[in-house]
């Protein structure tokens, strides 16, 4: 049972463009929200998290956008930079838990 | 700068043998998490563990799986007779007592069950 779902397994685009990745949760317990990148052979880095008390975080060229009455949080990238091409997962966790519900991933590739 | 240390970082094992897969947290972290990735899927929570304690292994499958995090040293999931199902990047993230919501992962490591 997939908590936590990347329907986009890929997603390519220019550099200089922005990247939007989406991420869908069907746990309407689920109150704390992060986006990991992962390069092969790397474990998942840290990239942005979220709370369920905001709706928009932002931190330099990225930015997560929650939306919860759709259940839904996108990771928005830009400018695309070549480097930022990477496995880009989303995670979900309870108030109440510490495990990490992780979606399948999105592959990204930043075309030069 | 010591991240989260995984060893090793490839293991081969053939069915029936033991896995030990090891797992430093980060310095000053005392929350250790296992996640196991299959082919083609999402990170799997297994266990969570502070020093000497399991705090919650729902995600661990009921055999075969133990995991433990001593008050010295790293911590250790063991597989005892693998299966070919086992073939998996098993990945350690730690966590710090006052930051329980983000986790540092470690590279992790492969394991091959032939």
């Known amino acids: 049972d997939q908590q936590v779902k990347q329907n986009s397994p890929s997603l390519s685009v220019q550099e200089g463009r922005i990247s939007i990745l989406n991420c869908d949760y069907t746990n309407s317990m689920f109150d704390y929200f992060l986006w990991y990148k992962k390069y092969p052979a790397e474990g998942p880095t840290f990239l942005i998290s979220?709370?369920?008390?905001?709706d928009k975080n932002e931190d330099g060229r990225f930015t997560v956008f929650l939306n919860k009455s759709a259940k839904h949080l996108s990771l928005h990238i830009v400018p695309s930079q070549p480097g930022d091409s990477a496995v880009y997962f989303c995670?979900?966790?309870?108030?109440?838990?510490?495990?990490?519900?992780f979606g399948t991933g999105t592959s990204l590739t930043v075309i030069p | 700068n010591a991240g989260v240390m995984q060893n090793p970082r490839h293991l081969v094992r053939r069915r029936g043998q033991e896995a030990r897969l090891r797992c430093s947290p980060m310095k000053g972290h005392s929350h250790v998490y296992w996640y196991r990735q299959l082919p083609e899927e999402g990170l799997k929570f297994m266990v969570y563990?502070?020093?000497?304690?399991?705090?919650?292994e729902s995600g661990m499958p009921k055999e075969r799986f133990s995991a433990e995090f001593p008050k010295e040293g790293p911590s250790i999931l063991r597989i005892q007779q693998v299966v070919r199902g086992d073939s998996a990047a098993y990945f350690c993230?730690?966590?710090?007592?006052?930051?329980?919501?983000?986790?540092?992962f470690g590279p992790g490591t492969r394991l091959t069950v032939l």
């Open positions: 995670a979900a966790s309870e108030n109440t838990g510490n495990q990490f519900y």
């Open positions: 979220i709370s369920s008390i905001k």
């Open positions: 563990l502070q020093k000497e304690n399991i705090i919650d």
């Open positions: 993230a730690s966590s710090s007592q006052t930051d329980t919501d983000t986790q540092y």
